[in-house]
């Protein structure tokens, strides 16, 4: 289960939970119900694990030590139901449908954005592009059907960004810290993302595989 980031720390306090507990019992009804269902598992990872939170460590360090990890000053628009940063390009006006305000969302989900400033880890993505590019080209069935690999290459020829991978502690605690900085905490799709390398018995059998 995929248990850390904002949402799941707005949904705990909104029932009068701490994260954790929180976290543990809904957890456990997704187990429940692979049971009840007769749904066999070869593992069940929860994020929260400390395996996990290791393997996450681990990796971080690595992408920092290679240089694509860099401490920087991120502004855009947010979304926090999403939990993503949205490009000016993907943002539109709307109204809110209860109070009549105007607004700003994401085109593709619609849900609300707000514009957010603050100082956090970096991911170089920009620097893969090309590789990208060559590796898309190389293997034309990789994406498939045929419209979402136009898709990808759309979005590859218009130039990846650097991605924002931490948030300030302060406004995200229930998350991994990152690890040499208690001031910043890992963003979530990195963090969620590395489960199935956890898995895989990541980092003990890395070379292994």
Same mark, same amino acid.
């Not at 170089?124 to 059907?145: H, I, M, T």
């Given at each position: 289960?995929?248990?850390?980031?904002?949402?799941?720390?707005?949904?705990?306090?909104?029932?009068?939970?701490?994260?954790?507990?929180?976290?543990?019992?809904?957890?456990?009804?997704?187990?429940?119900?692979?049971?009840?269902?007769?749904?066999?598992?070869?593992?069940?990872?929860?994020?929260t694990e400390p395996r996990?939170? /290791? $393997? !996450?460590?681990?990796?971080?360090?690595?992408?920092?030590?290679? %240089?694509?990890?860099?401490? #920087?000053?991120?502004?855009?628009?947010?979304?926090?139901s999403d939990e993503a940063?949205?490009?000016?390009?993907?943002?539109?006006?709307?109204?809110?449908?209860?109070?009549?305000?105007?607004?700003?969302?994401?085109?593709?989900?619609?849900?609300?954005?707000?514009?957010?400033?603050?100082?956090?880890?970096?991911?170089?993505?920009?620097?893969?592009?090309?590789?990208?590019?060559?590796?898309?080209?190389?293997?034309? /069935? $990789? !994406?498939?059907?045929?419209?979402?690999?136009?898709?990808?290459? %759309?979005?590859?020829?218009? #130039?990846?960004?650097?991605?924002?991978?931490?948030?300030?502690?302060?406004?995200?605690?229930?998350?991994?810290?990152?690890?040499?900085?208690?001031?910043?905490?890992?963003?979530?799709?990195?963090?969620?993302?590395?489960?199935?390398?956890?898995?895989?018995?990541?980092?003990?059998?890395?070379?292994?595989?």
């Amino acid at each position: 289960t995929d248990e850390h980031g904002l949402k799941i720390q707005q949904a705990a306090v909104a029932h009068g939970k701490d994260p954790q507990q929180f976290c543990d019992e809904m957890s456990q009804h997704f187990r429940d119900l692979f049971d009840k269902s007769n749904i066999g598992h070869t593992d069940f990872i929860r994020t929260t694990e400390p395996r996990h939170r /290791r $393997a !996450v460590e681990h990796l971080w360090r690595k992408l920092h030590s290679a %240089g694509y990890i860099y401490q #920087g000053k991120y502004e855009g628009w947010y979304s926090t139901s999403d939990e993503a940063f949205v490009p000016d390009n993907k943002v539109t006006d709307s109204v809110n449908k209860t109070t009549g305000q105007n607004i700003k969302v994401s085109i593709e989900t619609g849900s609300q954005v707000e514009w957010m400033k603050e100082e956090n880890y970096m991911f170089r993505l920009s620097e893969f592009g090309p590789r990208l590019q060559q590796w898309l080209d190389s293997n034309p /069935r $990789a !994406v498939y059907p045929d419209k979402y690999h136009t898709m990808v290459r %759309g979005w590859l020829e218009e #130039g990846l960004e650097d991605l924002s991978v931490s948030r300030q502690r302060d406004r995200l605690p229930w998350g991994i810290p990152a690890p040499d900085d208690p001031e910043q905490t890992i963003y979530v799709w990195l963090d969620a993302l590395v489960n199935y390398l956890t898995v895989c018995g990541y980092p003990d059998n890395h070379h292994a595989h």
